[in-house]
């Protein structure tokens, strides 16, 4: 299940939801609860990434379910965050401060993964969402110092959830760079997802060349996820990425 979340990273989404489906088999089979937790919530976040929200939402039910029946903290912070993600995603942001506050509450007491930052950013741009700036700004402020501290798949997820929020902000330049270095560092490591996300903010945050050249790389990379799904993933994923250019 760890290279299925390497996977998610790389937008190899196809392998990663199949390889996800067997290890949660294999985990209930023997009873093995925190990779049966796993698995779901890895699925989840690889069906979120294919624009399948339905599908993420049962599996991080699945997920929290498991987490709660075998008290595993670790990993119900990381399922916390997916499903404030997630619910961000569905437009349900009141349902996302509440996640993401409970993953917050979650990490401040144990967070082996260094989840906290991310959790943060992403909180901060749930409360901007809600038009709450005043509570959003000192949350950001928390973790731009931490960026450079953080191992590279960490910090370039964190750049993104940054750059997001301050772009809800109207914080417009600090999101523009942001995303810019996340995208260039996301392709050179291999990270695909984060590099796909990064450029498709790029599309909303800049004009003329730059939005066009950022517009075909996305593209570009959208097809290459694209042909790593099924036929109906395909079409939801579709759906997600033209949704994107559109905002």
Known sequence: CNLAELLTWQSDLGEAIRRCTEGAALARDVLFGQCEAFAHRVRATALMEAGDEAGAAQDLGIALAT?????????????????????????????????????????????????????????????????????????????????????????????????????????????????????????????????????VLLVQLTTGEEREKAKMEARALADMVGETLSDELGVSFEAKIRACFDT
């Open 67 to 199: 987490c709660m029946r075998h008290g595993l903290d670790d990993e119900m912070l990381a399922t916390r965050f997916q499903a404030g993600r997630l619910a961000l995603h569905r437009g349900m942001v009141d349902d996302a401060v509440r996640e993401l506050q409970l993953a917050l509450d979650a990490a401040i007491k144990r967070d082996t993964e260094s989840y906290a930052p991310v959790v943060r950013a992403t909180l901060a741009r749930a409360f901007a969402l809600q038009g709450r700036p005043e509570v959003a700004q000192p949350l950001l402020d928390a973790v731009e110092p931490v960026i450079e501290t953080l191992a590279l798949p960490r910090q370039t997820e964190l750049m993104l959830a940054v750059a997001e929020a301050c772009h809800t902000l109207n914080q417009q330049d600090t999101a523009r760079h942001l995303a810019r270095q996340a995208a260039q560092q996301a392709a050179i490591r291999g990270f695909r997802a984060w590099a796909l996300q990064g450029r």
